[in-house]
């Protein structure tokens, strides 16, 4: 079992670029999530999914989208790039009733 | 609406001795609470989750943390430290079962030899 997988685990983007960060999970959890981690700030919940076909906004979703064609995968992409969205950014699945598994983040730099 | 408070971003402890990180939250109905661990580089690990039932909770690695509602609280202690157990820790609420965690901004926790 691979558990939770993002890719790329590294990134630094120029500002007003556009890229997908990836997230798939082989553990057929049904609920996914996007987060993104500040320094001193916490998790901030971007987007989160409760199955395939059904997406829903977070607390900061300004600047993203995602998508959920499958169960297993939940890409979040930016359209264009800002500072702003240097951050690290952390992906999770749960099954119902569970709390939720963490992969390993992707640090984005924009510069 | 939920929100966590965690006092202190900076915790240093001898090894040996007790760790002790306070976790303080609101929220407009009986909360699912939970605790995880962060080491460097690394995604997040839970350490121990109160939904319902037994207020003291036990987890990994030798933490426990005790839900009191009157108090809002749920602070996670660990009787001796270790020095595996530097990393960063999160305190994180839930309304209920909708697992839509708000998280704390974190505790670092340095063990000194």
């Known amino acids: 079992n691979a558990g939770v997988t993002q890719t790329p685990k590294f990134r630094i983007l120029k500002i007003g670029q556009s890229m997908t960060l990836q997230c798939t999970q082989d553990?057929?959890?049904?609920?996914m999530y996007w987060y993104r981690q500040d320094p001193g700030m916490g998790l901030k919940l971007i987007y989160y999914s409760v199955g395939a076909g059904i997406t829903d906004k977070g607390e900061v979703p300004n600047g993203y989208n995602v998508s959920r064609s499958t169960t297993e995968d939940f890409p979040l992409r930016l359209e264009l790039a800002a500072p702003s969205q240097t951050s690290v950014y952390f992906c999770a699945s749960r099954k119902t009733n569970q709390p939720q598994h963490f992969g390993d983040g992707t640090r984005l730099s924009i510069l | 609406a939920q929100s966590v408070t965690q006092l202190g971003s900076h915790v240093s402890v001898s090894e040996g001795a007790l760790v002790l990180l306070r976790c303080n939250y609101s929220s407009s109905v009986p909360p699912y609470l939970f605790w995880y661990v962060q080491y460097p580089n690394q995604g997040l690990q839970l350490l121990l989750k109160y939904t319902t039932g037994a207020t003291l909770v036990k987890g990994i690695n030798g933490f426990e943390a005790e839900f009191k509602k009157s108090e809002t609280s749920f602070h996670l202690t660990k009787p001796s430290a270790h020095m595996s157990d530097a990393a960063e820790y999160f305190c994180a609420v839930s309304e209920g079962n909708d697992y839509k965690l708000s998280f704390g901004a974190g505790t670092t926790v340095t063990v000194r030899a």
């Open positions: 553990m057929n959890h049904n609920y």
